[in-house]
């Protein structure tokens, strides 16, 4: 492979930015296509209802409206698919009932859809959505994951008995951890919720659907992730119509935090409904809409035990966990609280002994789906808080109590990677390091004496830490089969060398702000020793981009990336045999550094300027080979990457109110290979505010009638610029062994770790005060910490 | 019934009929095409529809169009200036402000009205300031970073 002119591990300042500064960005509702028509919904104000009539003659009469259609008139079309299919213990596949574009007879959340209004303003068809009338019979609803499966729980789907879709274990068999359990010299056992999240990307859902009878295409333009996926889904299982015909075009998009991965209804009932009317429909949801239809996150109600022997290292570890699905299953729902979270019940750990068991539950409320961490914040949620509890009941410090049971440094090439007991072979870590890298950054001796300080002048001050691991890069096409998912988890990267040596690359992998359009140029030209100017980095648009599996799992950079990679190391060596003929060389002969092709120990050379000319003006070329410099490839990892590292809270806490204050939070991650930093400590930024946003802000709530009681900005308490102090970010570098850049992903990594790491805090602070407090439920509010004082 | 509205925005003459019920944030994005100006709720609590109108940082989800009559409008289309970009642009993508890049105009705005009205901000005061605008992408860091470098940076120009 090429000498690289060094861009790679720079933070380059981002091409993208340019049009977002200056208002230039090109979001999906900034489209307005010639003719275009918009859409508006009457909703199921019920969480759970029959349906029992549905009148629309008064709204078809009000001014503008073009179309109306309900869900008898797509009843014959199919739902939106699950794409990862769970069994039962017994080996029975998952309960899987239709999730239909509009609901007919019965409506099981609140904003089910029951008819989509088409008008020639987005005013009028408010108006004419609004004057639909339905006639619902109310029934009882049933929120809670643990409480559905209650005998006489109502029940959400007649063919969910119980209303379990699925009921999974994993790990060593239940015997064995009981015995292991049974010999424990102390066992930590922690009940929680693991409540759910609104992601809450700031652009809301946006869909044009656009049909053009004179060429018979469909093109749907949509605020997601994963363009490709969403036209083989859509036109494969829903539509049946055929995936040539259609263009699906992801534009600019305002994050996605996993919401904007799925498949949803109002895609594909826009490109049903486009043909019907021959003019193009845009909807865009209004957040309140947001609160109540983007697939929601986390939601576990669990029972966790970890067994240690009298020195101190784990022997066992268990899980029971009922995982709220929502009323439906969406795209990934299925993996998240299975494949996402299961597997990484290993941890950092040696624990010898695992089972975890996770009953998949259908309740009246908003599907449930990845988001930003998926199954993995969970797990970590579940071990950290376990390890930094065990050392406060065993009067140890946590902090030892880590490095006891740390799993030795490897990397992965000398040796194997490290076999966990729960289905997954981490790929390289050095645990160790991140951990004394954050006690150094903290300074924990001086810490623990500040904290005895603090406690003489009246104050709580307590230190969280959280040392995790994700399964990235998702995923191995052959593992993931295995396991029940129904797609390859490949990516695609085309690199087109134009005539004149500028670089056009085409990736399957979609940027909504990671930015792929810096650190991929960055790659693209640091391999072929050319400017970043001379390099387009092309996503999102089904039309020119050959496929694609689309970004989520931290893997646009492990999986995209290495797709780009694959494509550079055929341009060069196409290179090398059109330069070694102009040269009279050998191609064997030929080396490629710095963008010069060079006969080796001589100064005959060409640079990479010339070769593409000639590839595309073939007059003085090799006769066995194609013109032309254009090559794409297809990247199936050979595992998953497995990032790591070391979070760290300090907290005060005010005894009179029991308000929590962020003093310090450090994050010290090992994401393997770096490209770009300022793009890496932006990701865990980011991240670091929506875990620490779990831990202390956000959380979904619903009333025993399913109502969404904080379905608003002004009652969902989303994390301020004002809630946080500046972050002390470190970093470590253990190399991705199997994938040619050595990388990890980074996207996920500040949501992963911070969560217990800033309730771990406030647990001891609360200890440091004489409150010997197990557990507060997230969000950990004023009131509520303050109740957890006064028990 | 259409009333009409005159309005000057970036500096350009405006004159619509407006049905009275229109917010301004449509009249910029839908009318006018002004659409760096973005929608994030219905409840004037996340910012990214946020302009200047009459120099103050304004949610332009909180009025109707017709309110805005007679007013002087800038958008962040507005603000570089002969395609020189503002210092907090600059300051964005210097300080890697932005991800997605959807609440960065209404950070922008108003964090341009900080600026005018207090030119060293206090790291508190800036994040207290950007309180009313959410990003779901930055975790503020960068975006307070930003406003910071800004500051300098306007500071250094008043100087020279």
């Known amino acids: 492979m090429s000498a690289t002119n060094g861009l790679i591990g720079q933070s380059i300042r981002r091409v993208e930015d340019k049009r977002f500064i200056t208002g230039r960005g090109n979001y999906t509702d900034d489209i307005i296509l010639p003719h275009q028509t918009y859409a508006s919904f009457s909703r199921s104000p019920y969480a759970h209802a029959n349906i029992l009539n549905v009148d629309i003659e008064a709204a078809k009469a009000m001014p503008g409206v073009v179309a109306i259609f309900t869900g008898a008139d797509v009843a014959n079309l199919n739902g939106v698919p699950c794409g990862w299919q769970v069994n039962f213990k017994d080996g029975t596949t998952m309960k899987e009932p239709k999730h239909p574009l509009l609901v007919k007879d019965k409506a099981l959340h609140v904003g089910d859809p029951i008819a989509i209004v088409i008008a020639e303003t987005r005013e009028q068809a408010k108006d004419a959505a609004e004057a639909i009338v339905v006639e619902y019979e109310e029934l009882d609803a049933v929120v809670n994951a643990a409480e559905a499966v209650k005998p006489g729980a109502p029940q959400v789907h007649a063919e969910a008995p119980n209303n379990i879709c699925f009921d999974w274990e994993l790990g060593n068999p239940k015997s064995e951890v009981e015995e292991a359990m049974s010999k424990a010299a102390h066992v930590t056992i922690l009940e929680f919720v693991n409540q759910r999240m609104v992601p809450n990307a700031i652009e809301p859902r946006s869909y044009i659907g656009a049909y053009d009878e004179a060429y018979d295409k469909y093109t749907l333009y949509t605020s997601t992730q994963n363009p490709h996926l969403i036209r083989l889904l859509m036109c494969a299982f829903v539509l049946g119509i055929p995936e040539h015909k259609v263009r699906v075009v992801g534009p600019d998009v305002g994050g996605g935090f996993g919401s904007k991965i799925f498949h949803y209804t109002e895609e594909a009932l826009l490109t049903w409904a486009t043909k019907k009317i021959k003019r193009p429909i845009k909807w865009t949801s209004d957040r309140s809409e947001s609160f109540l239809l983007d697939a929601h996150g986390r939601d576990h109600v669990t029972k966790a035990e970890m067994g240690f022997d009298a020195d101190g290292k784990i022997v066992a570890l268990r899980s029971k966990t009922f995982a709220n699905l929502g009323a439906y299953l969406s795209t990934f729902s299925t993996a998240v609280p299975t494949y996402l979270h299961g597997t990484l019940l290993q941890g950092l750990y040696t624990t010898p002994k695992i089972n975890v068991d996770v009953t998949g539950v259908f309740t009246n409320t908003t599907a449930v789906d990845a988001y930003r961490g998926a199954g993995r914040p969970e797990a970590t949620y579940l071990l950290e808080r376990l390890m930094d509890l065990a050392a406060l009941e065993m009067g140890v410090d946590p902090v030892e109590l880590r490095f006891k049971n740390f799993i030795p440094p490897f990397n992965g090439v000398d040796e194997p990677g490290y076999q966990t007991q729960v289905a997954l072979q981490y790929d390289s870590g050095n645990y160790h390091g991140v951990l004394e890298k954050g006690l150094a950054m903290l300074g924990y001796e001086d810490f623990r004496t500040q904290q005895k300080e603090a406690l003489k002048n009246g104050k709580l001050l307590g230190v969280g830490f959280s040392t995790y691991i994700e399964a990235c890069g998702i995923a191995p096409s052959a593992v993931v089969g295995s396991l029940g998912a129904r797609a390859g988890l490949f990516e695609v990267g085309q690199v087109r060398v134009q005539p004149t040596g500028k670089v056009s690359v085409y990736t399957g992998s979609h940027s909504h702000g990671q930015g792929h359009e810096t650190t991929f140029a960055q790659v693209v030209a640091d391999k072929l020793g050319i400017a970043m100017d001379d390099v387009e980095i092309i996503h999102g648009d089904s039309d020119s981009v050959a496929f694609g599996m689309g970004t989520y799992g931290s893997r646009s950079l492990a999986v995209g990336g290495s797709a780009i990679v694959k494509s550079i190391e055929k341009i060069v060596e196409k290179g090398k045999k059109i330069a070694a003929h102009k040269l009279e060389a050998s191609a064997d002969d030929m080396e490629f550094a710095n963008g010069k092709f060079t006969v080796k120990g001589t100064d005959k050379s060409l640079s990479f300027g010339d070769i593409a000319l000639t590839a595309y003006v073939p007059h003085v070329y090799p006769k066995d080979l194609e013109p032309g410099l254009d090559f794409s490839s297809f990247y199936d990892p050979a595992n998953f990457t497995y990032p790591f590292g070391c979070h760290i809270a300090v907290v005060e806490v005010e005894k009179e109110t029991g308000k929590v204050t962020m003093k310090r939070f450090i994050a010290v991650d090992d994401v393997g290979n770096v490209i770009n930093p300022m793009i890496v400590e932006g990701q865990i930024h980011g991240g670091v505010v929506q875990g620490i946003g779990q831990a202390l802000f956000e959380g979904a709530e619903y009333d025993e009638n399913g109502q969404l009681t904080n379905g608003s900005y002004m009652d969902y308490c989303m994390p301020r610029a004002d809630d946080f102090p500046m972050f002390e970010t470190g970093s470590q570098v253990t190399p991705c062994p199997h994938n040619p850049l050595g990388v990890k992903g980074a996207g996920e990594a500040g949501c992963i770790g911070s969560t217990p790491a800033v309730v771990n805090a406030v647990i001891d602070a609360l200890w440091s005060g004489g409150h010997k407090v197990k557990d507060i439920r997230m969000p950990l509010t004023s009131e509520r910490v303050w109740r957890a004082m006064k028990q | ?160």
Do not use: W
Not at chain 2, 32 to 54: E, K, P, V, W, Y
Not at chain 2, 85 to 104: D, I, R, S, V
Not at chain 2, 133 to 144: A, K, L, P, Q, W
Not at chain 2, 146 to 151: E, R
């Open chain 2, 1 to 160: 019934m259409s009333i009409r509205i005159h309005v000057k925005v970036n500096g350009v003459e405006y004159s619509n009929d407006v049905e009275p019920r229109l917010l301004l944030v449509h009249y910029l994005r839908d009318t006018l095409r002004l659409t760096g100006t973005h929608i994030g709720c219905d409840t004037s609590s996340c910012g990214a529809c946020t302009i200047q109108i009459n120099g103050l940082a304004t949610k332009s989800c909180t009025l109707l169009a017709v309110q805005a009559d007679g007013c002087d409008i800038t958008t962040i289309e507005g603000m570089a200036n002969n395609g020189d970009l503002h210092p907090l642009q600059e300051a964005f993508k210097e300080c890697h402000g932005l991800q997605c890049g959807f609440c960065t105009p209404g950070m922008i705005m108003t964090s341009a009205d900080l600026l005018q009205h207090n030119p060293h901000p206090t790291e508190q005061e800036i994040r207290e300031a950007l309180e009313g605008n959410f990003c779901r992408c930055t975790g503020y860091h960068n975006i307070v970073k930003s406003v910071q470098y800004a500051a300098e940076k306007m500071q250094k120009e008043v100087v020279v």
